[in-house]
């Protein structure tokens, strides 16, 4: 019996470093010697396997049914009268013979098998494990340290050793980490890749952005503020609407904390990324004038059939509605659902001409083009920067510069 105990203690050391509880590992055990009865016997149907669960001790008892002397037609399941008297001597034909089976029946070559078996299932065991775990952990946040640093990808060790793979796609632009560095990101997904679980975390996710928000915000985490949408241009610009069911208590202003105490911990973990809250409300109008901020609109024309809105500033306000790399502006429409047009408001005491003047210099395609983002007239185009229209159109960049020089050339000509 030494081989077994041997076996059996070698696992118990194993299941302690790979967190298999003891219950789950004896299981396995004896799911492995059943299948040693199968190979050696045809069946095990007729055997007992007992493990004890506080030392690990095996046992195997063979079961058969004591026949009359040449009359066993089945070794596995009937014992001779003669072979069952060799076991306890006072055996009758008909009953039933217990017998012992040794380890070393078996042979050295099936136990080896038998313990390359354990450990291959005891490895699945702990893959499934993981892979359980991580799937219950979707959009939660999770920190480690970074064990090795690649190209495309980050290695990183959780706190059991658990391996998380943070991708340079999920990463922020400003992000740089080198082995040792501690991270937090959001469990992304988990995937079984060649049966290995793959786990995949992300800075880059809104999710990850609404997590912080409710570790460093109370009221988010117990449910007074309820954040409503959040969109997120990763380094650069974020912009979340919150709401509170609780007249007495200020949504926004409990985000942002005392003199921006709560914000400056979620800013700086995202490498200073702007983030901008503002209170939901479902009056569109008010909405997208909130979405716009900081930039403050004179008037605005909504189109809800066609998710399309016309914003009309003074021409000050015009880069703040844009912002920085046009950030504002795109995660402003995002925001609220509908495609932002941004016009200078043009100076009443100044004449306009229709675009369709110039039909004989423009072709009508491109005046098709600009009427289709609302540029109706001359002053129209002129309010919007080239940038604005190679984005909202999609005219050719030398096209867009004609079109500026002719529209110019025309006002320059009535002011001389």
């Known amino acids: 019996m030494e081989a077994p105990v041997n076996l059996i203690d070698s696992f118990s050391e ?79 034909v008909g009953e039933e013979a217990i017998e ?45 340290e970074v064990y090795q640093v690649w190209k495309k990808e980050i290695l990183i060790l959780d706190d059991e050793g658990n391996e998380l793979i943070l991708p340079k796609s999920e990463q922020i632009p400003a992000d740089y980490f080198k082995k040792g560095d501690t ?18 975390i992300s800075r880059i996710s809104t999710v990850f952005l609404e997590r912080l928000f409710e570790l460093e915000v109370p009221e988010v985490f117990d449910g007074l503020i309820t954040i409503k949408r959040i969109v997120r241009e990763p380094g650069e610009r974020a ?84 912002g920085k790399g046009g950030y504002n502006i795109k995660l402003a429409g995002q925001l609220t659902g509908f495609e932002i047009d941004v016009y200078r408001e043009s100076d009443e005491d100044e004449e306009d001409i229709d675009i369709e003047e110039f039909a004989d210099e423009i072709d009508s395609e491109i005046l098709d083009a600009l009427k289709a983002i609302g540029c109706d007239t001359a002053k129209s185009v002129l309010a919007l920067s080239k940038d604005d229209l190679l984005r909202r159109t999609e005219l050719d960049v030398k096209i867009i510069e004609n079109v500026f020089t002719i529209l110019n050339a025309e006002f320059e000509e009535e002011q001389s």
């Open 14 to 92: 194993f299941k302690e470093l790979k967190n298999i509880d003891r219950a789950t590992l004896i299981s396995v055990l004896e799911d492995v010697f059943r299948s040693m009865l199968r190979k050696k016997y045809g069946s095990d149907e007729s055997f007992d396997v007992i493990i004890n669960t506080d030392n690990g001790d095996l046992e195997i008892w063979h079961r058969r049914t004591i026949v009359k002397n040449g009359k066993v037609e089945d070794p596995v399941l009937e014992i001779s009268l003669e072979d069952a008297l060799k076991i306890e001597d006072d055996f009758e």
């Open 239 to 322: 912009k979340i609407a919150v709401e509170s069911y609780d007249d007495r208590v200020d949504p926004v202003g409990a985000c942002v904390g005392m003199r921006g105490s709560r914000i400056h911990g979620i800013v700086r973990e995202l490498r200073n990324e702007n983030i901008d809250v503002i209170n939901f409300t479902n009056n569109t109008t008010l909405y997208i004038q909130r979405a716009l901020s900081p930039a403050k609109i004179s008037s605005i024309q909504i189109d809800d059939e066609k998710k399309r809105v016309s914003v009309y500033l003074n021409p000050d306000q015009v880069p703040l509605a844009i």
């Open 183 to 200: 991270i937090r990101a959001v469990v992304l997904r988990v995937e079984m890749l060649n049966s290995n679980p793959r786990i995949i």
């Open 100 to 144: 012992e089976v040794k380890m070393e029946d078996f042979g050295r070559r099936a136990i080896l098998a038998a313990r390359q078996t354990l450990i291959s299932r005891v490895l699945e065991l702990e893959k499934d494990d993981i892979y359980k775990k991580y799937k219950d952990r979707v959009s939660e946040i999770v920190g480690g």
